[in-house]
């Protein structure tokens, strides 16, 4: 099997003063990497932060923690050289955002990244097929994008199924509203890669959380290649 369990906390719902120190606290808990939501204020109605700050993380935190950037931006094109130049390691665009997906994922590749492609809810999971051969992760939105803490939309897991059962070794993400009350279903779907924000960071007890969430989609992947 290609892909493992993995859990990348959002760190969007933490002390945004303190993000360095949150980055590492997370990667202490046994986080396996880190997602990071950059939004623009016009892709999505809010704006957190660009480069200038991923750049200064990544000085704080050295390079071992894996950024996963979550571009909710318009014309993504702009920021792939300013993005691999601060230190990001891959670079997750959405569907909706570009005309040109085939030159944006070369370019993300040329960088030296790797590629996530994001799909929000109203976008069908046959848009993103086309591409899915060409990117390192599919990355299924389960709210709208644009704020934390919001409500996990189940019925987003069909797409997650599809693709699973389309793309086998694919990395799988899915992203919102996604905790130990939600796991379960994202985890039979198929989705290996798991990004949490609030129930995370907002636990008195991130590590066991973390862990949790990691069982459960390991179970998920072993049962599923036991049942091939
Ligand atoms: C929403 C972001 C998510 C968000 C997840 O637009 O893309 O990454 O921070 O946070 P929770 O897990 O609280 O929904
Ligand atoms: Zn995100």
């Not at 002390?15 to 939501?37: F, K, P, Q, T, W």
């Not at 894996?66 to 909710?72: Q, T, V």
């Not at 005309?99 to 590629?115: A, D, Q, W, Y």
Request: charged share 20%; with cysteine; aromatic share 6%.
């Amino acid at each position: 099997m290609a892909y493992s369990a993995k859990i990348g906390p959002s760190i969007l719902s933490s002390d945004l003063s303190c993000l360095g120190n949150e980055c590492v606290r997370m990667m202490e808990c046994g986080a396996d990497y880190l997602h990071l939501d950059v939004m623009d204020g016009h892709f999505v109605p809010n704006i957190t932060f660009g480069h200038p700050m991923v750049e200064c993380l990544r000085k704080s935190v050295g390079q071992d923690p894996f950024f996963d950037m979550h571009m909710m931006v318009s014309r993504p094109e702009q920021w792939v050289k300013p993005m691999a130049a601060a230190g990001a390691n891959q670079y997750t665009f959405h569907l909706e955002a570009t005309t040109n997906p085939g030159n944006l994922i070369k370019e993300i590749r040329e960088s030296g990244m790797k590629v996530g492609l994001a799909i929000k809810p109203g976008t069908t999971v046959e848009e993103l097929a086309p591409w899915a051969n060409q990117i390192d992760m599919a990355l299924v939105m389960t709210v709208e994008p644009g704020f934390g803490g919001q409500k996990f939309m189940e019925d987003m897991m069909p797409k997650v199924s599809w693709l699973r059962s389309q793309f086998p070794s694919l990395d799988i993400e899915v992203d919102g509203g996604v905790g130990p009350d939600s796991i379960h279903k994202c985890a039979e779907a198929g989705a290996n890669m798991i990004v949490s924000g609030s129930a995370v960071i907002g636990s008195d007890d991130p590590r066991s959380v973390i862990a949790l969430l990691r069982t459960v989609v390991a179970e998920a992947i072993q049962k599923r290649s036991l049942d091939r």
